[in-house]
């Protein structure tokens, strides 16, 4: 027996009644696809999880802008932005956009970074600050202060999650 195939996106495909739904479902779940696609990380790239500390999460973030370019080109920025919150993400990105904030001005000085320390964060209410000093590539000591919160994320509950960055003018 041999049965005509069926056409994704022929009309003939869904019923009258499915037709409506699709038209507006259908990109709204590709887009949410592929926006969770590109802030999850593959295996063994570090991402936001529950019971990391606020000092972990700073960590990783710092470990992935000391090698901005490893495993790829820029990895370090997309590893960076899945650690921000979501109202950080939609203030800086899309990723191009929050690598070029990165890249410019007083943020700079993380990139490709010799060292970094990170100290005592101090928490309060689901919220932490967690000063770093990080010796840039020129050898100047620069302090930054990660703002850090818990969020309400479904993907990731509880996790903590980076607000911004306090660049060292504003810091001192």
């Not at 973030?61 to 990895?75: S, Y």
Request: proline letters at 11%; aromatic letters at 6%; charged letters at 15%.
């Amino acid at each position: 027996m041999i049965r005509k195939p069926i056409r994704f996106g022929s009309s003939s495909a869904m019923s009258p009644s499915l037709k409506p739904t699709a038209a507006w479902l259908l990109p709204l779940l590709g887009g949410a696809l592929l926006a969770y696609a590109g802030l999850r990380a593959p295996a063994g790239i570090a991402q936001p999880a529950p019971g990391q500390s606020p000092h972990t999460v700073v960590s990783l973030q710092l470990a992935a802008l000391r090698q901005v370019d490893e495993p790829a080109p820029e990895a370090g920025f997309a590893t960076v932005f899945r650690f921000a919150s979501p109202e950080n993400q939609r203030q800086t990105g899309p990723l191009p956009r929050f690598s070029r904030l990165l890249r410019s001005g007083p943020y700079g000085a993380l990139i490709n970074h010799r060292e970094a320390q990170v100290l005592a964060a101090i928490e309060q209410d689901g919220q932490a600050q967690v000063p770093v000093d990080v010796t840039s590539r020129s050898g100047r000591v620069y302090r930054f202060v990660f703002l850090l919160r818990r969020v309400a994320d479904p993907a990731c509950p509880g996790c903590w999650r980076t607000d911004g960055v306090i660049p060292p003018a504003a810091a001192s």
